[in-house]
């Protein structure tokens, strides 16, 4: 009888699905991973931004019943808010959830809702890192709308990335600005309304700005400080998983 084979890890199974699929469309990257290696144990993850909706129509088009998790940070734009509502109604996606920060974390580290004023590392690791954590800790893998050209800090964004044991998959990350502009065009998808304003990178309130003409997409978000992500997409998500008791 021929041996079992011991599942792949992490690294290798993200590296193998790299090499296969990373130059395909991005519409097929979704199709596979969600009809076939991560079938039911699949979500996305998604921030309602600036192009979020490029991702969410996608996946829609394949399946609509693919969850779709949010940060509530308590921080977003009113605009964000409303944008997911109609963007989640446009699709026809049934499986909206929705992870907000545990109310004995801001109770103890930001009871005024001030934190960000003073420490954006620790806001952030109390209303993003660590819902995220929970929000994805039932999946085996998760999508992301990361892109390459969004920020020098992601010019080497793989399609597919181990996070602890589970899969990140970015099937944008080869797109420009605009493959983005063309598709939203030709599958005519509402805008978040902050692009008009010059918000290319849309997260919470306090910590962003609106983008000079020429500069990285992501310049906006706390703008002035050395910090250009929110620890969601880097180690402190994986630390987090890691001491998850859920
Ligand atoms: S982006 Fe700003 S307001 Fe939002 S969690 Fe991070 S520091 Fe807090």
Sequence with gaps: MAAKQRPLDAETQAAELDSLYAEKPPLEIIEQAVKRDFAGEVAAVSSFGADSAVLLHMIATVDRSVPIVFLDTGKHF???????????????????????????????????????????????????????????????????????????????????????????????????????????????????????????????????????????ARSGRWAGQAKTECGIHLSGLDRSLNNSSI
């Design 78 to 216: 009113g605009e964000t808010l409303d944008y997911r509502d109609a963007l989640i109604a446009d699709f026809g996606l049934t499986d909206l959830r929705i992870v907000t920060p545990e109310q004995a974390a801001l109770d103890r580290d930001d009871p005024d809702g001030k934190l960000h004023l003073s420490d954006t590392e620790a806001c952030c690791a109390i209303r993003k890192v660590e819902p995220m954590a929970r929000g994805v800790e039932p999946f085996r893998a998760w999508f992301t709308g990361r892109k390459r050209f969004q920020a020098t800090t992601r010019a080497a964004l793989p399609a597919f990335e181990a996070v602890g044991s589970r899969i990140r998959i970015n099937p944008l990350a080869r797109w420009s600005a605009a493959d983005l502009a063309d598709y939203m065009r030709t599958n005519g998808l509402r805008e978040n309304p902050l692009v008009a304003y010059g918000y290319l990178s849309i997260g919470c309130f306090p910590c962003t700005q609106p983008v000079k003409p020429g500069e990285d």
